[in-house]
């Protein structure tokens, strides 16, 4: 049974997973305003515009286009659907795919599914796309995926599970930091969190969403440091370890 109260933490597999989500915590923050996380902004972007989709898709309404720009906006183009459903499903959803990634990475089962499914969904939108910005995203998450994905399979540099890890961190981390920026410290108009209000009976205006939705956001990151631990620790009745951190 899985261990709840997390008796007996931490184990090596599991101060392990604390280090390494500590690190890219650091890494990211250092490296924040450099170029080089550019890439994983824009991805936490797409998985925000991939999450009006699928909210759109899931209440019967029409995906006609999704956009992502350098400047790490992006908008998603749809009609019909439960409008009320698809603004929050944007900051909420991109934060669910962060908590989905770094517990997928506690195993490398569940890594290689979680990148099957990555690929799948960049694939999806490649076709869908309508600017230049998110297809050479798309085309080159696809192609560092599965170079990733090769190296594990066909070398002896098993990095994949981490790479998940990273992407899961990097993602949490852009979603809490974009709710409060777009939605707390500046208001802006046109925001989810300001249309919402404007659809929602309840008495509260966007400022008052953002922060909802900041809180239930940070939920989510920590969630997945709480639920990553407990995973690691679990054995399946079978026998089989499904979380060492050992390849």
């Not at 599991?14 to 690190?23: C, M």
């Not at 669910?96 to 195993?107: D, V």
Request: aromatic share 12%; with cysteine; net charge positive.
């Amino acid at each position: 049974m899985p261990n709840w109260e997390l008796k007996n933490c931490c184990d090596h597999d599991q101060k392990l997973f604390i280090a390494f989500v500590g690190v890219y915590t650091v890494v990211i923050l250092l490296l924040w305003r450099t170029f080089l996380l550019t890439p994983f902004k824009l991805i936490t972007v797409f998985l925000h515009e991939a999450s009006h989709a699928i909210a759109c898709l899931l209440t019967c309404g029409k995906v006609e286009g999704i956009q992502v720009h350098a400047n790490e906006g992006g908008v998603t183009q749809t009609r019909g659907g439960v409008y009320w459903l698809i603004l929050p499903a944007g900051y909420l959803g991109s934060s669910f795919w962060g908590m989905a990634l770094i517990l997928a990475s506690t195993n490398i089962l569940t890594a290689r599914i979680a990148a099957g499914c990555f690929l799948a969904a960049l694939v999806i939108v490649l076709f869908v796309a309508k600017n230049w910005t998110l297809r050479g995203l798309c085309i080159g998450f696809i192609i560092f995926i599965a170079a990733i994905w090769l190296l594990q399979e066909k070398t002896k540099v098993h990095i994949l599970r981490y790479v998940i890890l990273f992407i899961g961190v990097m993602n949490s981390l852009f979603s809490v930091y974009d709710i409060y920026d777009d939605l707390i410290s500046r208001r802006v108009n046109s925001s989810d969190a300001e249309k919402f209000a404007e659809v929602c009976p309840c008495p509260c205006n966007g400022f008052g969403w953002g922060v909802i939705w900041g809180m239930i956001s940070f939920a989510f990151l920590c969630a997945s440091l709480y639920l990553g631990l407990i995973t690691i620790q679990f054995k399946e009745c079978k026998g089989v370890d499904i979380c060492s951190l050992k390849n």
